[in-house]
């Protein structure tokens, strides 16, 4: 106990030490500057022009910053409120008119020997076409609720027959709920699948073409023949 006091007592008195010298080269400091005024107040001068200036301009481009922050939220929330829109016809579609639904955009985009095939005994092909180049799409189609996401069940079963069963070179599993779990994207990611969910089946209806969606989930891009 007694080391610890004079412990604290040491560091009390070196504070009081050091306050002491800074007061006094306060006022030497000051003492200098009055002295020497016509060469100091224009050095002072420049320092506040300099400091006022590097507030200015931090202040500017702070808030140039927050609105191309807000401007970017803004657009990206009318986008997805845009893609909620036009989704909102597809929501009103039965699983078979959604199923002739996405044949449709193939062939806007043009894909040639679409058919839809979905129904029982399909073995996960809902609608068979070509791509422009030649290559074997083969989609399955999932119309589930928006809340909703793609359990791995439903990709163990395409991936079992997309390619082994109908030939597929690229294999598309399109959905209108809005996320597959974590295994079910997994294991498109790893069998070459491209998983498309509810906000990129937004931006093919509202006229993205097949082709630059394809890479974006899963890579799924398949061999040219």
Aim: proline residues 2%.
């Amino acid at each position: 106990m007694a080391a610890r006091r004079r412990r604290r007592g040491l560091k009390k008195k070196t504070r009081k030490q050091l306050q002491g010298w800074g007061a006094v080269a306060a006022v030497i400091a000051v003492g200098w500057a009055a002295g020497n005024w016509s060469r100091v107040w224009p050095v002072l001068v420049a320092v506040l022009a300099a400091a006022v200036l590097g507030g200015a301009g931090w202040a500017l481009l702070r808030a140039h910053r927050q609105a191309v922050g807000q401007d970017l939220a803004w657009r990206a929330q009318e986008e997805a409120r845009a893609r909620e829109s036009s989704m909102a016809q597809v929501d009103a579609l039965t699983w078979q008119e959604f199923e002739t639904y996405i044949a449709e955009l193939c062939r806007r985009d043009g894909c040639t020997g679409v058919v839809v095939s979905g129904g029982s005994g399909d073995l996960g092909a809902d609608v068979v076409g070509y791509l422009a180049d030649g290559r074997k799409l083969v989609i399955q189609c999932k119309k589930y609720a928006p809340h909703r996401r793609v359990p791995s069940q439903d990709m163990q079963k395409f991936v079992g027959t997309a390619r082994l069963e109908h030939g597929a070179d690229v294999a598309l599993f399109v959905t209108t709920c809005q996320a597959f779990t974590r295994d079910a994207l997994g294991l498109a990611l790893r069998q070459d699948i491209v998983a498309l969910h509810r906000d990129l089946l937004g931006s093919w209806v509202k006229g993205a073409h097949l082709e630059t969606l394809i890479p974006l989930n899963g890579s799924g891009t398949g061999r040219r023949r």
